[in-house]
């Protein structure tokens, strides 16, 4: 190879990591020829792109060997083995460039089975190809995925009237095509829509112009997909900045990572800091390859700014003159994408850039069919269900409609047990707060009427991973029950368990603070304690009280006051002259008098006769692991 | 190209940085699997652009099979030290005494011992509730349907039945204690881009890459680089020069070399270009089942 031709296909190589990208959908299930659509696109490009290097090169090289025999069943088998094998059909991605752009196909299966697939991966998307084939015309799924493409904010829409080779390339089918669908696409909103006759399997407009189709002028396929405008959709004049990350590596520097979401953002520009509404200037925004003077969509930046202000992840900065909606209140298209249907009573985490809080859905507008695009009144969604729907969440989001700021108008709600993403959301221009519906629903105000919470047992069970129950750990001053219970609650702590802790020292000091350690205050001292302790089981809390509670009685008031079956007494069984030894001082007030009703000297400690657990304090390095042993065993934590 | 329009490699490089301080900012503790690869170069400098001025908040690991070239070894090393990585290297200490290797005991045990078992002892060593890995959705049927936010169980393991519907650029995150997930940011690079990427951004790799003449052997079918005095004599023997570069890194006896003249990253990126088969097949394990990569995944494999 001489320098000349080095330098040839440097030139090249340079020109080619300049092209751009594109991402489009692909609809339409197999019967339509889509797979045998893709694999011409992926193969023939390949050969393009071959020829294309080889004319740079003066030796002549291996030419088109991706020649005539495409084998495209690949593509079909590789479905086929998915359907076999069972395994959801899911979207997959797939890869093509040519020496103009790069494309990224996201390939969704057309039944309405597949709903939530084509919502997935039309998100990304700013181009969808839908394929009819010439010989149905205009057919239900066609609609659908018009529907969902244009509900998706898809602003360029490519109808591929495939198989024109077994419609003899007739014009007049073609035709009616065009008008029948240009008739049913009239009220929605599709700035760009395309018609191009074509055969995949024939290779007739896909890579090379058809020879079959002297009447259409236009561009095939893949010279349409090179060339069609999309930079102009995204959105340049709403500056919004999700704050991702703040990065703090060093004293003095203080940077707000993230993606561009729509908008120009410009060193020097004054912005708003939400929900602060604190101002500050730009002073640096540093990009991938040093600083640089603006950042747009979708480039992913540092910024700094001029004044110390306080800005934390999910915050956002805006321009102060143009602002998103703050409010906890919203209306959204919801798409259902769980095999779980919608419970009501969910609180969902709801994602929405990068805040997450938690949501509700308090009403449902309307459900709608896909099919006919009829709206049904509904409670629920189930999978591939889709409807309006309004929502609160806990903090304030800011956002737009989904329609003029994609990312700012889409959100995630994920399951608070499961932790799946239930449904997605794009939301729609926000009603006056009047004509939301309140917050609280009917029957949940029937409910606090009863005084009953709403959520229930079950639900907290399975947020916690736990049931709320009580390990009551009596003994002797000085027996080792608060090492016992400091060092348990730690344990159950690191694993994940929700646990509070109360002893006789921090219940003392304030709960029962004008209480005396005679016996009737102690009874009342340990029958609050016993109140507090039911109140957090009933929240699905594990409490742990360390407490001397030297008489059987009181012991037995205490467990009917927490729940029989909810109470675990473990005893600490520790030897007086251990206590003596452990808390000197106490013991010998006790004995010269000066301190009364101590138990072990001056009062009796009756020992539980049913205590579930005892122990020895000389054990205390294992006890804890015991009663984590035993809490499983139970089923208690983790709750089975 | 307008002044508001980003070239595919930027909107790409865009979306992984994205990707990475998502996970930074979401999970506790998390790492990033580094292979030594050329993916991983870049994935690696990704990260390095992501948290610039600051450091990367996360570590380096490597599971070491103990099979790697030792030219990897070598590069590893002076590139964690070169950028100041904190870098993990863990491997399966009782398969390395065992003396578990490829040329005894085959690859499918080799992998699964010194690769997939080291890789979950790592990730549970250390607790990392988020693991980056390099791969790419074109590399394989299996990985085009993956997520980027690719969910495990407490047990390490995928099932492709039941992955989270990802749209937009939100990821959830949400996950419970033991259970992680993997990480995937370069999902939507293909072979081509991740070496148009070397070249624009001059990224340092492996010379194994380039075309050297280089002593290998047939072995199974692929021709494998003799790297070290482990090699069977007799296969070791068979040695011959030839001009050999590879596509992917991996253990060398599981990793064959493809005869090449390409020996700058232009001549590799045209090699590219006019290549038809993909880049795995010169990796010897996939060959020992059919579906062989699902499976390995499902079992926790990366």
Redesign the interface.
């Known amino acids: 190879m001489d320098t000349n031709e080095?330098l040839d296909?440097?030139t090249f190589?340079d020109q080619?990591?300049?092209?751009?990208?594109l991402r489009l959908l692909t609809a339409g299930s197999v019967d339509d020829g889509k797979s045998t659509l893709i694999g011409r696109l992926l193969f023939d490009s390949?050969r393009i792109?071959?020829d294309q290097?080889?004319a740079l090169e003066r030796d002549s090289?291996r030419v088109g060997?991706?020649g005539d025999d495409i084998d495209y069943a690949l593509l079909l088998d590789?479905l086929k083995a998915e359907r076999e094998q069972?395994?959801?059909i899911?979207?997959?991605?797939?890869?093509f460039?040519t020496n103009k752009?790069?494309f990224?196909i996201a390939d969704t299966p057309g039944h309405e089975q597949y709903t939530?697939n084509m919502?997935?991966g039309g998100?990304?998307a700013n181009l969808a190809i839908l394929l009819v084939d010439a010989q149905n015309g205009v057919i239900t799924q066609t609609k659908r995925h018009t529907f969902l493409v244009n509900l998706l904010g898809i602003q360029h829409v490519v109808v591929a009237i495939n198989k024109m080779d077994l419609v003899n390339y007739s014009k007049e089918v073609y035709d009616k095509i065009v008008t029948d669908y240009k008739e049913f696409i009239t009220g929605l909103d599709i700035p760009d829509v395309n018609f191009i006759p074509m055969s995949a399997l024939k290779g007739d407009n896909v890579v090379d112009t058809s020879k079959n189709m002297d009447w259409y002028h236009g561009e095939c396929m893949l010279e349409f997909l090179e060339n069609v405008h999309v930079?102009s959709d995204?959105n340049?004049d709403d500056m919004r900045y999700p704050v991702?990350?703040v990065?703090?590596?060093?004293e003095g520097?203080r940077?707000f990572?993230?993606?561009v979401a729509s908008g120009?953002i410009r060193q020097g520009d004054e912005v708003l800091a939400l929900p602060s509404r604190n101002k500050s200037k730009v002073e640096r925004i540093?990009g991938?390859h040093g600083d640089q003077e603006y950042a747009?969509p979708?480039?992913?930046i540092?910024v700094t700014l001029e004044d110390e202000i306080d800005v934390s992840?999910g915050d956002m900065l805006v321009h102060p003159d143009n602002t998103p909606r703050a409010d906890r209140h919203f209306e959204a298209i919801l798409v259902w994408?769980d095999e779980e249907p919608m419970d009501p009573e969910t609180q969902f985490?709801i994602?929405?850039?990068?805040n997450t809080t938690k949501a509700r859905i308090d009403d449902i507008r309307y459900r709608i069919d896909v099919n006919t695009l009829e709206k049904t009144k509904v409670e629920s969604f189930g999978l591939n269900e889709i409807g309006r729907a309004v929502i609160t969440t806990m903090k304030p989001i800011f956002f737009d409609p989904y329609e003029k700021v994609?990312?700012t108008g889409?959100?995630?709600l994920?399951d608070p047990v499961t932790?799946?993403?239930s449904a997605?959301g794009m939301i729609i221009d926000k009603l006056s707060d009047s004509e939301l519906p309140t917050r609280i629903t009917d029957m949940d105000r029937e409910k606090i009427k009863r005084g009953e919470a709403l959520v229930s047992e079950q639900e907290r069970q399975k947020r916690y991973?736990q049931k709320g129950h009580t390990l009551w750990i009596t003994g002797l001053h000085g027996s080792g029950k608060n090492e016992l219970a400091y060092t348990l609650e730690k344990q159950l702590f690191d694993?994940?368990a929700t646990v509070v802790l109360m002893d006789g020292s921090t219940v003392r000091s304030g709960l029962s603070r004008e209480l005396d350690h005679s016996p009737s205050d102690r009874a009342e001292h340990l029958r609050r304690v016993a109140h507090v302790a039911r109140l957090l089981n009933d929240q699905g809390i594990i409490t742990i009280c360390s407490f001397i509670s030297p008489d059987e009685d009181i012991r037995r008031q205490v467990k009917e006051i927490i729940g029989q079956d909810r109470m675990h007494t473990i005893y600490m069984n520790a030897d007086i002259d251990f206590c003596r030894k452990n808390k000197p001082d106490l013991f010998e007030k006790a004995d010269k008098g000066e301190l009364k009703y101590m138990p072990g000297v001056d009062e009796e400690f009756q020992e539980p006769k049913q205590a579930e657990i005892t122990m020895r304090p000389e054990e205390n390095g294992k006890n804890p692991e015991k009663i984590i042993d035993y809490l499983n065993r139970q089923g208690i934590f983790p709750a089975e | 190209?307008?002044k508001?329009?980003?070239?595919?490699?930027?909107?790409?490089?865009?979306?992984s940085?994205?990707i990475m301080?998502?996970v930074?900012?979401e999970f506790e503790n998390p790492v990033m699997l580094y292979s030594i690869g050329k993916d991983s170069s870049v994935m690696a400098r990704l990260a390095e652009?992501?948290?610039?001025?600051?450091?990367v908040p996360f570590p380096l690991m490597h599971i070491d099979s103990t099979w790697k070239f030792s030219e990897m070894i070598k590069f590893r090393d002076s590139y964690a030290k070169k950028m100041g990585w904190d870098l993990i290297v863990h491997y399966n200490k009782e398969g390395y005494e065992k003396g578990v290797g490829p040329f005894t005991h085959g690859s499918k045990v080799h992998t699964d011992i010194m690769k997939t078992q080291a890789l979950l002892q790592g990730l549970t060593k250390y607790g990392f509730d988020a693991a980056f890995g390099g791969a790419r959705?074109?590399e394989e049927?299996s990985r085009?349907?993956e997520r980027i936010f690719s969910f495990r169980d407490s047990f390490h393991q995928w099932d492709?039945?039941n992955?989270?519907?990802?749209?937009?650029?939100?990821y959830?995150a949400?996950?419970?204690?033991g259970e992680s997930i993997r990480v995937f940011p370069l999902?939507?690079w293909?072979e081509?881009?991740i070496w148009?990427y070397i070249?624009?951004e001059d990224i340092p790799i492996v010379p194994l890459y380039f075309a050297k003449e280089r002593p290998v052997v047939e072995y199974s079918g692929a021709l494998i680089l003799v790297d070290d005095d482990r090699m069977p004599k007799e296969l070791a023997d068979k040695a011959k020069m030839k001009k050999v570069r590879f596509r992917t890194l991996g253990c060398y006896p599981l990793t064959g070399a493809v005869e090449s003249d390409a020996d700058t990253v232009?001549?590799i990126?045209?090699e590219m270009?006019?290549v038809?088969q993909s880049e795995r097949t010169t990796r010897v394990i996939d060959f020992d089942q059919d579906a062989s990569m699902e499976q390995k995944k499902r079992e926790g494999y990366f």
């Open positions: 080095t296909i440097k190589l080619d990591e300049k092209k751009d990208l390949k792109y071959e290097l080889s090289k060997h991706a590789g069972g395994i959801t899911d979207v997959a991605y797939r890869y460039s752009r790069k990224i939530r919502i997935t998100s990304t930079s995204r340049f991702q990350f990065n703090r590596p060093f520097f940077g990572a993230s993606t120009v540093i991938t747009f979708p480039q992913a540092t992840r994408m985490y994602k929405h850039t990068t994609a990312t889409s959100f995630i994920i932790h799946n993403t997605v991973n694993l994940g | 190209m307008d508001y329009t980003l070239t595919h490699l930027r909107q790409l490089e865009a979306e940085i994205h301080r998502e930074a900012a652009k992501a948290f610039k001025p600051g450091k959705r074109d049927k085009a349907k492709p039945k992955q989270r519907p990802e749209l937009w650029n939100i959830n949400k996950v419970h204690k999902s939507n293909t081509l881009d148009q070249r624009l232009e001549k990126v045209e270009m006019t038809t």
